[in-house]
C-alpha cells in the first residue's frame, strides 16, 4: 500500500510554545490530507481536512487559530499546534487519500505524540 | 457519528479463523465498506474494501451481504500480531474517513 510518513513521532514541549508536525505521502500525491487526534483509549477523531493550494476545513469545535493547517504541495501537509497546553496533549494522526481508482483509499501515518507540559 | 455498529470486543485462537461483523443498515448505494486495524499506538493500517462484491487480499477477506446491510471482515489464520482494534467503516468516495468505535480483537496462543 501507499507510504504516508508524520515527523516528529513524539515531542514534548512547554506550555505556550508551537509546535509544528509534518505529514508527508511518500510514494504518491494527494490533493486532499486529513488530521485526526486521538485520545487514550478512544477512537480517533477527525479535526481537519487539508485541501492542496486552498485553506483548511474545520471540524466543529476544532479551533482554526489553534490548530493551523498548511497543505503546501500535493506530498506534504503540516500541522501547528499553537500557543499549546496541557490539554492538547493527544496523538495526532495523518492521513493523506490516493485518487485516482474506484474508492480513494486513505493511508494514514504513524502518528505524533504531543506531550505538552 | 459513525454509520456502523461492531462488537467492542472478541477474542480468538491463534491459528484460527477470525469473524469480525459489522452492521451499516443505512449504507448508502455509493458507499463503499472499508476496514482498517490499529495496533497500539500506531496508526490505522488499511486492510480492505469493497462495494458489493466480496474481496479478498494478501491480509483478509471481506463478506458482503447481499442487501449490503452488513458485512464480515475474515482473518483466515489469526496470529499473535494481528491483536488490534479493528475498525468498519462506510464512506462514499471523496468523502472523509469517519471512525467508531470499532472491535478489539485479542489472538490468544
Known amino acids: 500500500g501507499a507510504v504516508v510518513s508524520q515527523h516528529p513521532s513524539r515531542v514534548i514541549c512547554k506550555s505556550g510554545t508551537s509546535v509544528k508536525i509534518e505529514c508527508r505521502s511518500l510514494d504518491f500525491q494527494a490533493t486532499t490530507m486529513f488530521w485526526y487526534r486521538q485520545f487514550p483509549k478512544k477512537s480517533l477523531m477527525l479535526m481537519a481536512t487539508s485541501n492542496e493550494g486552498s485553506k483548511a476545513t474545520y471540524e466543529q469545535g476544532v479551533e482554526k487559530d489553534k490548530f493551523l493547517i498548511n497543505h503546501a504541495s500535493l506530498t506534504l501537509s503540516t500541522l501547528t499546534v499553537t500557543s499549546a497546553h496541557p490539554e492538547d496533549s493527544s496523538f495526532y494522526i495523518c492521513?493523506?487519500?490516493?485518487?485516482?481508482?474506484?474508492?480513494?483509499?486513505?493511508?494514514f501515518g504513524p502518528g505524533t505524540r504531543l506531550t505538552v507540559l | 457519528d459513525a454509520k456502523t455498529t461492531q462488537p467492542p470486543s472478541m477474542d480468538c485462537a491463534e491459528g484460527r479463523a477470525a469473524n469480525l461483523p459489522c452492521n451499516h443498515s443505512t449504507i448508502s448505494g455509493n458507499e463503499y465498506v472499508y476496514w482498517y486495524r490499529q495496533i497500539n499506538s500506531q496508526g490505522p493500517q488499511y486492510i480492505i474494501h469493497g462495494l458489493k462484491n466480496n474481496e479478498t487480499n494478501e491480509m483478509a477477506s471481506l463478506i458482503i451481504t447481499e442487501d449490503r446491510k452488513s458485512s464480515t471482515l475474515i482473518l483466515p489464520h489469526a496470529t499473535l500480531r494481528d491483536t488490534a482494534v479493528y475498525y468498519c467503516i462506510v464512506r462514499a468516495k471523496n468523502n472523509d474517513m469517519r471512525f467508531g468505535a470499532g472491535t478489539r480483537l485479542t489472538v490468544k496462543p
Open positions: 492521513s493523506a487519500r490516493a485518487e485516482g481508482g474506484r474508492a480513494d483509499t486513505q493511508y
